[in-house]
Structures are given as structure tokens and as C-alpha cells.
């Protein structure tokens, strides 16, 4: 039995359920244990070993559903003494959210006295087919394949088969955002019908025209794809941007992107506000 919400068969993206469900006459091998995981799923996951003192973590790979938002809270501890007593642990919060073409997955500062040196991350995000990932808003460069990415110092690829997205890099704690952007996604209309005026001056009013996509919400993001606003388009296709954060905090000048999602799928493009 499957409750609400959308699950997967572990390590099988193409292999979606709807619940609430149960399956009945469901095949499974003998020497296999089905393992479903949900929509928002945040898994970490650690090297193998036999103990907690055999060797330093150097590297987490996390296996990640996007799907909306969702959050996890990374606790650690030495996992031997009693000192998480006295303070000494670590948490780190994770965020996962899916926009319209594409993904943000943020890892927030570490909190708390435990101390943890810099290690690789490896992130495995399902149902995902990248076509490009930023870092904190630089880009990381395409490999290959995993052999080629084992061998780089930081990079993703489309696993074989398609569908999973794996990005590494290498996280010293003090929170990094990771921005990614789907194959498939198409620019907006381009012009000065469709937004304008561009280039605008920051804190000034920009319009929005989609005529294609009425009623779109429309997203705005920085270059490090934190998310800063979002709109939504009236039934003409037509919405104002203040210019500001949602919270009404001044935005800097600098290179933007908006994202919408129109009737043939994903729509976006580029804003640029003047100092």
C-alpha cells in the first residue's frame, strides 16, 4: 500500500505510482526488497563501512526527488561520545524545489559546534535531464559520463539511460546554491512586447507580455538561482515587476532570469537592471 502522493521504485525513474494505491500481484524477486520513494524525497546517503570510526566521511551523495519543495535537516555527530550533549553536533539544512524548467537545490550555512572539514558532494536528482548547472550562479562544466565526472573536480552528466542528473563539487559548509536548468525549455518571446523596458534600472516597474501563457505565474530568480520574486500574469498574459524582492528589499543591478511555463511547456529568459 502506497499513501497519498507520487512514488518511484528505488533507482527506477521510470517507474512512477500514484497513491493512494495498493499493488496488487506486484513481481519482485526473491532476493530483492521493493523500496518506493516519495515525491520531495531527500535522501543522504554515506560510504560503506563496518563502523563509525573506520575512516572520515569525505563524501555524501544525496539522492533527490524534486518535487515542489521540500526540505531535510542533516544531523551529525562524532556518533561515538556523548558530547552532542554539550553542543557539540552539526545540522545542515537541505531545500529541493522544481520551478518551471528546471530545479534549485540549496544547502544552508552548517549550524552548531561540531566540526566538519570540506568534503564532495554528489547529487543524484531524479527525473531530472539537466541542461545546465550553476554553482552560487557560476556554471559547472558538462562531462561525458560518471567516469568522466569520478575524474573531475567538479561537473555533472546525464547518467546513462537519461533521467538522472549527477552534480559534484566539493562543499566547505558554509551553504552553496545549486541551480538547474532543464533541456527543453524555450526563451520567451523576445522583444520589446514581451517584457520592457530593457535594460531597466533597478527598483523601476518592468512589464511583462505573454500572450501565449495567460495567467502564467512567473518566477524571478538572481544569477546563484535563489528565487526573488514571483508574479502572476493576468488573462491577457500581461504582469508588472516592481523591481523589488517579494519581501520589498531593493534588488542590485545585474543579470536576472524569469521563468514561466507556458501551454508547450517551460518559457524563459534574461532581465538586466542598471545600477
Known amino acids: 500500500y502506497l499513501p497519498e502522493g507520487e512514488w518511484m521504485r528505488w533507482n527506477r ?6 497513491g493512494p494505491v495498493t499493488l496488487r500481484d506486484y513481481p519482485v524477486p526473491l532476493a530483492e526488497l521493493p523500496v518506493f520513494l516519495r515525491a520531495g524525497a531527500i535522501i543522504p546517503q554515506w560510504p560503506s563501512m563496518l563502523h563509525v570510526e573506520e575512516r572520515a566521511v569525505e563524501q555524501i551523495e544525496f539522492l533527490i526527488w524534486p518535487s515542489d519543495r521540500s526540505s531535510f535537516d542533516l544531523y551529525e555527530d562524532d556518533g561515538v561520545t556523548r558530547d552532542y550533549q554539550r553542543g557539540r553536533s552539526a545540522t545542515t539544512r537541505i ?21 566538519i572539514g570540506p568534503r564532495e558532494h554528489r547529487l543524484r536528482l ?6 545546465t548547472v550553476t554553482l552560487d550562479g557560476v556554471e559547472l562544466s558538462r562531462c561525458a559520463d560518471l567516469e568522466s565526472l569520478s575524474a573531475s ?25 545549486i541551480a538547474v536548468f532543464e533541456a527543453g525549455a524555450e526563451p520567451l518571446i523576445s522583444g ?7 535594460p531597466q ?14 495567467g502564467a505565474e512567473i518566477t524571478l530568480l538572481d544569477a546563484a538561482g535563489r528565487r526573488c520574486s514571483v508574479l502572476r500574469a493576468d488573462r491577457d498574459g500581461k504582469a508588472t515587476w516592481s523591481g523589488l524582492r517579494d519581501d520589498g528589499a531593493a534588488l542590485p543591478a545585474g543579470v536576472y532570469l524569469y521563468l514561466a511555463r507556458g501551454p508547450r511547456g517551460p518559457l524563459r529568459g534574461k532581465i538586466t537592471l542598471l545600477p
Open 13 to 18: 525513474p521510470d517507474e512512477v505510482h500514484r
Open 95 to 115: 531545500t529541493a524545489e522544481r520551478f518551471p524548467g528546471g530545479v534549485q537545490v540549496r544547502f544552508h550555512p552548517r549550524q552548531g559546534a561540531f566540526e
Open 126 to 131: 531524479l527525473r531530472t535531464e539537466a541542461e
Open 153 to 177: 573536480a567538479a561537473g555533472w552528466c546525464i547518467e546513462a539511460g537519461g533521467a538522472i542528473t549527477q552534480i559534484k563539487y566539493r562543499s566547505e559548509g558554509r551553504g552553496e546554491v
Open 192 to 198: 520589446a512586447a514581451a517584457v520592457h523596458p530593457q
Open 201 to 214: 534600472r533597478a527598483g523601476q516597474p518592468i512589464q511583462f507580455y505573454l500572450p501565449d501563457a495567460p
